[in-house]
Every structure is written in C-alpha cells, then in structure tokens.
C-alpha cells in the first residue's frame, strides 16, 4: 500500500552520520498513554476521518497533494474504525474456520445515530446488507472500488469535501475558490493552525517523547491515527517538521508498529480488532 521513506539527510550530515539513534526505551517504559491527554477537554473534538484529512491538506493551498492515491481508502478505513470505537459495529466472533481478521465480517451492534453523516450513512449500509461482508470488502465497497454494479449504491461520495465542511463548521478550514488554468477548484485552507499542530504534536510525542514500545499500552485513537496515517500516506506531513535524528527515530518505530502481524496483535487482551484488521485489509491491498 504506501511506504515509509526516510528523507535525505542534509549533504553534509548525510555522509558520515549512519549511526541509528539508540533506543530510550529505558526512560519511556514506564509511561503509559492516558485514554484522554489532560488538555484535550478544551480542544475540539474530531473524528479519525477529520484528523486524517487534516493531517493531509497543505495549509495555504487547502487540498491534497495531487499524487496521493491512498487517502481516499484510508478515509474509509477511518469510518470503520471510529464506528467500532463508539461501538456501532464490530468483528464476528473468531471459529475454527474464520480466524483471522480477514476472513471475518463486521456485525452491527447498534444502530443508533452518531450525529456524523458519513458515519450514519455508513451504519445504514451495513445495517442493511445481507449477507455481511469483511472488512476488506467494505473499505472497496464505501471506496467505489467493485465490479459488482448492484454494489455501487455503498460508495461514499464526495467524502473529502463533505468532511472538510465538516472541519469548516467547526473553525477549522475556511472555504475559497482557487482557478488551476483550465478549470476552478473548491480549496480548504487551514485557517486554525492551533488545532492541526497540536494534532501534529500529540502524533509526533506518541513515537518520540511518550514512546512505550507496545501497541497495547498506547491511546487507541492515537494508535488508529497512525495506522490511518500511514495508510494514507500522510505520515511524512506529520514529521517532517523534525529534527534529523528525531525524524529518523520517529520514522523507524512507526514502520516497526505497522509492520507487526496485526492477526498477532488482533488478539492480544484489550486490543482493539478493528484497528489491526483495518491495518490487515491494507496491508494486502
């Protein structure tokens, strides 16, 4: 799906400094994520898909970049994972014959609006599709991505712009109408720089600074953001703002998070399912 790359280093630090920045395992073991950091009460609360897009829209420009092809599938993932977070669906039970997350599919749980569009809308196609489908299957379902044309009617439409909206409404973005030659294009500048650095920060502190070194001991919804991240190919937006050295310690424990066998970590106590089958359904595409 996307990589992790390491960005050159400066031509004159490059050459002679291929020294891996030793582990701080030693003075990070003992932190332990709180569910809620302690200032997060006054912040703004936004949905996994929100973050994400955020994450990815250049500031002063308000869209994407144009060779991004991953985020609209991220997006979905987002959608999915945040409605097993508010406990809306979740994974079948594991048999003899399903165990790995792959191969089983999403339940509803409760049917009961969310107050998000997109995740209502979402709940509504599940609550209505016999048989159940995987996980795999839902992200290119709510994508767009099946040949199967009595199918089309779950692809999500207009997402990015229907969540950028959603980020206006809440003093997040602005809107303005930019002109690209042959055609004009609705844009979403970041206009609360505050919100999205913060954003940056907690992802920047959670592989750095706060550290712990187990999937299973880290906020969730932290831990989410940076599978979706990564599976959107927006991680190298939230650490590029890093030091070399910092940058490149950042980098290699989220390449070492994604790259664990998610059917491994899946089944852990007290993990959260749809995370790593989120993480498993890219992983294969």
């Known amino acids: 799906m996307t990589t992790l790359t390491h960005r050159a280093r400066r031509s004159e630090v490059g050459k002679n400094s291929e020294k891996k920045v030793e582990s701080e395992e030693d003075t990070n073991q003992g932190r332990i994520q709180d569910n809620e950091d302690p200032g997060d009460s006054k912040d703004i609360r936004l949905t996994l898909m929100e973050e994400v897009l955020l994450l990815g829209l250049k500031d002063k420009e308000g869209y994407t970049s144009f060779w ?11 959608i999915l994972i945040e409605l097993a977070m508010r406990g809306r669906i979740y994974l079948e039970p594991p048999t003899m014959r399903k165990k790995r997350l792959l191969d089983r599919k999403v339940l509803l749980k409760s049917d009961s609006p969310t107050g998000d569009v997109l995740l209502d809308e979402t709940l509504k196609h599940i609550k209505a599709t016999e048989p159940t489908e995987t996980v795999q299957t839902w992200i290119e379902l709510l994508t767009g991505e099946t040949w199967n044309p009595f199918k089309l009617q779950y692809q999500l439409r207009n ?13 997040i973005l602005t ?6 030659l042959l055609f004009d294009m609705t844009t979403h500048p970041v206009t609360n720089t505050t919100e999205k650095q913060r954003l940056v920060k907690k992802l920047q502190d959670s592989v750095l600074e706060r550290w712990v070194n187990d999937p299973q001991r880290m906020d969730k919804r932290t831990l989410a953001l940076l599978v979706l991240a990564h599976s959107s190919d927006v991680l190298e937006n939230v650490f590029s703002s890093l030091t070399d050295d910092k940058y490149d310690m950042a980098m290699n424990r989220a390449k070492d998070l994604v790259e664990l066998d998610p059917e491994v970590e899946g089944t852990k106590h007290s993990a ?12 294969k595409s």
Do not use: H, P, Y
């Open 68 to 78: 991004n092809d991953c985020i609209s599938s991220g997006l979905r993932g987002g």
């Open 159 to 171: 997402v990015r712009e229907r969540i950028a909206k959603n980020l206006v409404e809440k003093g």
């Open 175 to 180: 809107t303005e109408k930019q002109n690209f």
């Open 272 to 283: 959260t399912e749809m995370i790593w089958a989120v993480l498993a359904a890219f992983n």
